[in-house]
């Protein structure tokens, strides 16, 4: 059994690639979708048993639903199967994105608050229909917000502080990922597309988190 000496208490996930993932393997870009599903349990119940408290799934942004309607709809329908599972589960969900547009599915507005399973199970956020200008935008219009204020003035002020951030697809950014949790986390990328997942990989980045300092800026 992987032991490591020190455990984030909350992971941040964007599982990138899953359309280069789906080109790769002959098939249509939406197909990819379905495929990245599988990797999230798999996650979820190795973060559970190695007693991770928090974890936050990227699942689709604004910008996103730009992409074909084929796409969005594909994503959409992974979205809601993903938190359906992890209700089965026991996750302690918790759904954050603009939950008043078309684009948000209406089989997860019932997450918009947190839904408690086990009192002492792993919270699980996702972001659905996420913007990181709709998160923040309680902050933009209220400059005069003292540093004790800001988490209960975004939108998001359900998710706590990211420890570490852990991105497949190879790809160097945070996408607009929860600006406020992500200030201090630390950043870790996976060359291989998501639905390529391994257990190795977060093994990995453990392993990596594991020998960081903590500073906070300190």
Same mark, same amino acid.
């Given at each position: 059994?992987?032991?490591?000496?020190?455990?984030?208490? =909350?992971?941040?996930?964007?599982?990138?690639?899953?359309? /280069? #993932?789906?080109?790769? @393997?002959?098939?249509?870009?939406?197909?990819?979708?379905?495929?990245?599903?599988?990797?999230?349990?798999?996650?979820?119940?190795?973060?559970? $048993?190695?007693?991770?408290?928090? &974890?936050?799934?990227?699942?689709?942004?604004?910008?996103?639903?730009?992409?074909?309607?084929? *796409?969005?709809?594909?994503?959409?329908?992974?979205?809601?199967?993903?938190?359906?599972?992890?209700?089965?589960?026991?996750?302690?969900?918790?759904?954050?994105?603009?939950?008043?547009?078309? @684009?948000?599915?209406?089989?997860?507005?019932?997450?918009?608050?947190?839904?408690?399973? !086990? *009192?002492?199970?792993? @919270?699980?956020?996702?972001?659905?229909?996420?913007?990181?200008?709709?998160?923040?935008?309680?902050?933009?219009? !209220?400059?005069?917000?003292?540093? =004790?204020?800001?988490?209960?003035?975004?939108?998001?002020?359900?998710?706590? $502080?990211?420890?570490?951030?852990? /991105?497949?697809?190879? /790809? $160097? $950014?945070?996408?607009?990922?929860?600006?406020? *949790?992500?200030?201090?986390?630390?950043?870790?990328? &996976?060359?291989?597309? #998501?639905?390529?997942?391994?257990?190795?990989?977060? =093994?990995?980045?453990?392993?990596?988190?594991?020998?960081?300092?903590?500073?906070?800026?300190?």
């Amino acid at each position: 059994m992987t032991k490591f000496k020190r455990i984030p208490k =909350h992971i941040g996930v964007i599982p990138d690639g899953n359309r /280069r #993932w789906a080109v790769d @393997n002959g098939m249509g870009k939406s197909e990819g979708y379905d495929y990245g599903i599988k990797p999230g349990f798999d996650l979820f119940e190795e973060c559970k $048993r190695l007693g991770i408290g928090e &974890l936050t799934l990227y699942g689709f942004t604004q910008d996103n639903t730009k992409r074909p309607a084929e *796409q969005k709809q594909a994503f959409k329908k992974a979205c809601v199967d993903a938190v359906m599972e992890l209700e089965k589960r026991e996750a302690n969900l918790l759904v954050v994105g603009d939950s008043q547009s078309h @684009n948000f599915p209406e089989e997860l507005l019932k997450y918009t608050e947190r839904r408690i399973k !086990n *009192q002492n199970g792993i @919270n699980v956020n996702f972001l659905v229909n996420y913007d990181w200008k709709w998160d923040v935008v309680g902050l933009l219009e !209220n400059p005069k917000t003292k540093e =004790h204020e800001i988490q209960k003035n975004i939108k998001s002020k359900g998710v706590s $502080r990211i420890d570490l951030v852990i /991105r497949w697809g190879d /790809r $160097r $950014r945070l996408s607009g990922f929860l600006p406020i *949790q992500t200030v201090y986390s630390d950043f870790y990328i &996976l060359p291989k597309m #998501w639905p390529d997942f391994e257990m190795g990989d977060l =093994h990995e980045a453990l392993a990596w988190y594991d020998k960081q300092d903590v500073t906070l800026g300190g």
